[in-house]
Nanobody, 120 residues
Framework: QVQLVESGGGSVQAGGSLRLSCVAS????????MGWSRQVPGKGREGVAS???????RYADSVKGRFTISKDNAENTLYLQMNSLKPEDSAMYYC??????????????WGQGAQVTVSS
């Protein structure tokens, strides 16, 4: 089992920044890959970014150059720094984990989500 608890969501104007945090616990082997996904009502969940145990990162094209994923292994905490936010970034953001990272940015464990709202 993996437990993921997000924090740091909120509302911001376009062009602003937010940082999401996620504290992870549970089976370490199930969270070799950590990442973030997002979902808006009526649409499927979209992978945003991932980071593996070597520190290799992957990003969705829509966020490259604006979002940065990082982690603090000592604190079991994952971060997503979001800069130059756009209204289309508004979504529920989920901390996620899986055994391995894939180019598809897919995961099998999820947190409860943190809402991010970007106004124009």
């Amino acid at each position: 089992q993996v437990q993921l608890v997000e924090s740091g969501g909120g509302s911001v104007q376009a062009g602003g920044s937010l940082r999401l945090s996620c504290v992870a616990s549970g089976d370490t082997w199930r969270r070799q890959c950590m990442g973030w996904s997002r979902q808006v009502p009526g649409k499927g969940r979209e992978g945003v970014a991932s980071i593996d145990n070597t520190g290799k990162t992957r990003y969705a094209d829509s966020v490259k150059g604006r979002f940065t994923i990082s982690k603090d292994n000592a604190e079991n905490t994952l971060y997503l720094q979001m800069n130059s936010l756009k209204p289309e970034d508004s979504a529920m953001y989920y901390c996620a984990a899986d055994l391995l990272c894939t180019d598809a940015l897919s995961f099998r464990s999820w947190g409860q989500g943190a809402q991010v709202t970007v106004s124009s």
